[in-house]
């Protein structure tokens, strides 16, 4: 007997309730708890189809329809809907190749200028997502390879439902005889094409139609191996039949729950666990626990603004009633893309290069859909509130989580995967990293919100370096398009010095591109400068990159280069040019700036020398949590050896004018869910080992500052007087932010503001002309 006959004989035998309980476990083990649904548009580009499903009602004659064909006009007035609506999928559902059947379609198809229903849909598709940015879901029937490789170029999934590989339901009296479309075989092959075509792709199985369970779960195996052939298969469909008037079963008797129950069950067990099961809700709005509880991940698509069209009857339900059974069920609902994540990732063979940015704009750093329009850098409220930054019930998590919050409370380093976990907490367990981050900060340091009085003064914008991400930058073609080239003089650089300690400053931060022609002697002249014109104002200055380059072109070892600067009167400098510590990431953003184990040999050397640094990490462009994680640990790690870090700083990616994201290959920033947890799972996990978490007004605005303060944040940084790194991105929060407006960010997070040095020593405000007003 084979393997899949055990499981089947199996899986027949098994009581429901061990069945549900297998099934659960399977599911769990998958990765975050989360139910995911896609909010999508009903697009019924023509009811006409070639074949006579039995218990069909989206089939129309052409006698009982307006017209053959939505018209491009109606196609794209239904996206745009959707669009307003907050939809980020167009489903394109069609009946198969109805110009087989009806002159109707032929002529229709004529007089629009195209001979296959697949030829204009290809059209209208690539409409949709020209002229609105949804990303098109293509459910045509049967395709060929030809088919979907070309409708590849123009939609991000396809989906045909397999319903059952018994051909026993094809012949006479069953409900597909009279429709060629749905022999088994047909529809396999079909699914095979999509497969070769590299294209992701839905299926599912149609339970209650006639079928015996074994041939239940002989179609779940014939599943699970199309998608092992080709590993396209992102979800399974486990629907019931509903029995509707005016078709041939309107007196057929519909699968009992515990049908449903058990073939979603055998669903989680046999196929492979990167598939997801989904069940229809508006099918089931009675029992959308129960089938939670049967083992589904996925509700699949749900609109807001059109009726589901195959079952007109069944209205959707409201997306915040959903939401309130999964966050009950401990599986918090969260809103997808038609394309599931693991294919984003992978987007480069399985998208098309002209889908590829469309679908990142969409896109969170998961890979799912970004729940917000609120970007950095975006002068647009984040959503929240001050006191409650990611707006989420406030009930306890309980369990694993509990557990790791309470390890890394304790001082206990974490795991990547457990950092990552934190990372893709979503509802109530986001909630709770967030409490738990602000719980430790308080513990740390108090009610108390610090911020220096400071001057940034960018040098130079020239740099020979190639960061994609970078739009100060003015040497190539990747520069942005706000700022001209410039160099100051070491004079000018003085003067704007002078100028800041008239303001109050207590620090200049001095940092520039990679100019080619400076040298070590350069930054070394420009420290000079300044110190020979304000002798005790604290210098911080020049990236681990400009200390390395500095170095390079004297010939001296780092740690030498770095005492000279500090016998200069250097005070500390910047962590910056982290970006992410993960050279599989700097590969693609920074491939010839200092890799991972060079920037952090460079900050160690500066900490051993007694040059204290800050960190930072600018996350939400190509990276993942997996990323961000691996960059907290390294410097945690360092830190614990060197006790030099100062403090940490995440810099939210600002994606307007960045070159990466114009062309095409970003993300637009994090977004807000994912910037409140990178600063409170920066507090967690640094816990025990750098005691100060800043966040950056500049990249979340004085709104989305303050609420941090309530994710573990103390540090609002500084007033800066002429941000110019930022602005050239496209940010539209401005180039300095006055202590009036820090003290009014601090007080409505329920905290008191006081002033401190570059070091954190606490000072009083150095002068009335520091409050900028």
Known sequence: MSMDEQLKRRLLGAPTESLLAEARARRDARGPARTTYSRKVFIPLTQLCADVCHYCTFAKAPRELAQPYLSPDQVLEIARQGKAMGCKEALFTLGDAPERRYPAAREALAALGFTRTVDYLEHVARLVLTETGLLPHINAGILTLEDHQRLRAVSASTGLMLESSSERLCER????????????????????????????????????????????????????????????????????????????????????????????????????????????????????????????DDWGGISPVTIDHVNPEAPWPQIEELAEVCARAGRPLVERLTVYPRFVHARAAWLDAKLRAPVLKLSDTEGLARDHDWCPGSAAHPPGSVRSPLGAPAIGPGGSLDRLLDRAASGVELAETEITALFAARGAHAEAVVRAADALRAEVRGDMVTYAVNRNINYTNICTYSCSFCAFSKTSTKAGTRDKPYVLSDEEVAERAVEAVANGATEVCLQGGIHPSYTGDTYLGILKAVKRAVPDLHVHAFSPLEVSSGAETLGMSVRDYLSMLKDAGLGSLPGTAAEILDDEVRAEICPDKVNTQEWLDVVRDAHEVGLPTTATIMFGHLDRPEHWARHLLAIRRLQLQTGGFTEFVPLPFVHMQSPVYLRGKARRGPTWRESVLMHAVSRIVLHGAIGSIQCSWVKLGVEGAAACLNAGCNDLGGVLMNESISRAAGAEHGQEVSVVELRAAAESAGRTLRQRTTLYKLIEPTTPACELA
């Open 173 to 296: 009296g069953g409900p597909h005889f009279g429709s060629p479309d749905k022999l088994p075989a047909v529809r396999i092959a079909s699914l095979d094409a999509a497969g070769e075509a590299r294209v992701a792709t839905t299926s599912g199985i149609l339970i209650g139609i006639g079928e015996t369970e074994d041939e239940r779960i002989d179609s779940l195996f014939a599943l699970r191996d199309v998608h092992r052939r080709h590993g396209h298969l992102q979800e399974v469909i486990v629907q019931n039949f509903r029995a509707k008037g005016d078709t041939k079963m309107a007196l057929a008797v519909e699968p009992t729950d515990e049908d449903l129950y058990r073939a979603i069950a055998w669903a989680r067990i046999i196929l492979d666990d990167e598939v997801s099961v989904q069940a229809p809700p508006n099918l089931n709005d009675d029992r959308l626990e129960a089938l939670l509880d049967a083992g589904i």
